[in-house]
């Protein structure tokens, strides 16, 4: 159900802003007295909007009205935070800046007992300076879909390192078909971060005060990305991106990297015949990985009644497990934010549900750290973008992607 990584935390959708009964008040006077607002980007499952909405009628200590908002939604929160008071609760993942401009309030004091049975990498996402800032809503995870059918009618076996993956992508390539689907980019967006995890590397150190892939096998594993550009067998110009499963259910390629939230439609199609797989690692020094990614809750520091705010997201992300649970795994396939869930949500209890879950605990990594600025993505995406798409070489494009991100990270230290 995001940008940076994933549906809940990978996928902005495209449209026009949307309000609901709240009119087309811009709220900048802030909530009415005994009124809070709380924003959702706009989720493409059917019966989220709905199920949101009910969720707020059902809060018995204030009036929550709910606001729906299509279009570039991580913008619209930057924007609101810097001048309004509303929205009351909202969510996102937690920048650095909104912390250090107090631009958001911390809630860790909402987990009490709680706390250890939340996903502690979530947690430890939305951490800035040993502060929560955001209450997990539920996990995003991307895989690699495959159908086991045609790898064995072309010989292979599921890949399990980077080589493995570029052989397969243009051994399973033939008349309409091209091995393998990851963005119309080629795999820019939404490969960089596992290319860097398959070499054993990170965007950021682990102390996040240094950029993580200063090192050369950065440039050895972004040049794969460009082997695979070159190699012929991957999709470009389909006519839905890689967060939609149209090219692999259409059979337009014969692998697809994208995310949990597909695997109902794809097994609609499919049956049986699908296979799914972390990005492989690059050599014995790599890992095997999938990414990460959870939406928060988070609460304006300008809203008018910030403990009423507070109050509301711990009855709704803390105390109603039920609602969890359901906008978790009723909407397309999500994991539950918090393990107890997890463990009796019915979509993974056994196939390809049950294998993503082991995946995420086995080999999940942090999509988007808090540390990791928006200025540093940018510079280190048009970096990978030059090397893959253009040639250019891959040494020389990181150093400059490297020289952003430390003074990125400098800037955030000060």
Request: hydrophobic letters at 40%.
């Amino acid at each position: 159900m995001g940008v940076e990584l994933d549906r809940r935390s990978f996928l902005v959708v495209a449209g026009l802003l949307g309000l609901t009964a709240c009119g087309s008040n811009t709220g900048r006077e802030g909530s009415a007295e005994g009124t809070l607002r709380h924003w959702y980007h706009a989720y493409g499952e059917d019966g989220v909007q709905d199920a949101v909405r009910r969720y707020a009628a059902a809060y018995p200590d204030a009036r929550v009205e709910v606001q729906w908002n299509p279009g570039d939604y991580d913008s619209k929160i930057m924007t609101a935070l810097q001048n309004s008071a509303v929205p009351d609760v909202f969510e996102a993942q937690v920048k650095v800046d909104w912390v250090r401009q107090r631009q958001v309030v911390p809630l860790g004091d909402l987990l009490g007992q709680t706390r250890d049975d939340f996903v502690r990498a979530l947690l430890d996402s939305q951490t800035v300076d040993g502060e929560l800032y955001g209450i997990p809503q539920a996990i995003d995870t991307q895989v690699l879909y495959y159908r086991p059918s045609l790898l064995e009618k072309a010989g292979l076996t599921p890949p399990r390192t980077v080589d493995e993956l570029l052989d397969a992508a243009r051994r399973l390539t033939t008349d309409g078909v091209r091995g393998l689907f990851a963005g119309n980019d080629g795999g820019v967006g939404v490969l960089t971060a596992p290319l860097l995890w398959s070499a054993g590397l990170d965007l950021l150190s682990e102390d996040g005060k240094a950029p993580g892939f200063d090192d050369p096998r950065a440039a050895e594993v972004f040049g794969k990305l460009r082997e695979l550009h070159r190699g012929g067998g991957l999709l470009l110009g389909a006519p839905t991106d890689w967060a939609d499963p149209g090219a692999f259910v259409d059979g337009l390629a014969a692998m697809q990297w994208t995310g949990l939230w597909n695997l109902p439609k794809i097994t609609e199609a499919h049956g049986d015949d699908v296979g799914v797989l972390p990005f492989p690692r690059l050599d014995a020094d790599g890992a095997e990985s999938v990414p990460v990614g959870a939406y928060s809750a988070m609460v304006n520091a300008r809203s008018a009644d910030v403990d009423a705010a507070k109050a509301y997201v711990k009855w709704l992300w803390v105390d109603k497990t039920e609602y969890q649970t359901e906008f978790a795994t009723a909407f397309g396939a999500h994991l539950p934010a918090r393990r107890s869930l997890a463990e009796r949500a019915e979509p993974l209890r056994d196939g390809p549900g049950k294998r993503i879950a082991e995946l995420v605990t086995a080999g999940g990594r942090i999509a988007s750290p808090a540390r990791w600025s928006a200025r540093a993505n940018t510079a280190l995406s048009d970096a990978v973008s030059r090397i893959a798409r253009e040639g250019a070489d891959p040494a020389a494009e990181l150093r400059t992607a490297l020289d952003v991100a430390r003074d990125e990270i400098a800037r955030l230290d000060r």
